[in-house]
């Protein structure tokens, strides 16, 4: 059963994941973000990283696509309000087709627990 994580930009809700994807042994998750309320995913992660002095690992202004490096603000809740911890959230993504993000450093024992399809998928149940 796949979970819902919702997502915050300097404490203001943008969406939700339910990160559908994993590199198990390397601890990071990820998956595309629905978000609510956000007219461009594109500028609202552009200027955050401006102001904020995040890497922007690429941007292209014509087709709206940008790659950051880890976003100190964006943080990430599980579905009992309790925050996902780890290195950190990256972005991803294109305007015209969808945003994902990145998280790294989640731990062993999280993957094992809150991730546990993605464990059980790689690893085999236990």
């Excluded at 994807?21 to 390397?26: K, N, Q």
């Excluded at 629905?34 to 690429?58: A, G, R, T």
């Excluded at 709206?64 to 009992?80: C, G, H, R, S």
């Excluded at 731990?107 to 690893?123: A, G, I, P, R």
Aim: hydrophobic share 30%; charged share 30%; aromatic share 14%.
């Amino acid at each position: 059963m796949r979970k819902t994580y919702h997502i915050e930009l300097n404490g203001v809700k943008i969406g939700t994941t339910d990160f559908k994807f994993a590199d198990t042994p390397m601890r990071v998750i990820h998956g595309k973000i629905n978000f609510e309320n956000i007219e461009s995913p594109y500028e609202l992660f552009k200027s955050h990283c401006k102001k904020y002095n995040v890497v922007i690992n690429q941007d292209d202004k014509e087709f709206k696509f940008i790659d950051t490096q880890v976003i100190p603000e964006l943080k990430v809740y599980l579905e009992n309000g309790i925050e996902l911890n780890g290195w950190g959230g990256a972005i991803t993504g294109m305007e015209k087709d969808d945003f994902e993000i990145q998280f790294g450093g989640v731990t062993s024992e999280l993957m094992q627990t809150e991730f546990k399809h993605h464990y059980d998928e790689y690893y085999g149940p236990e």
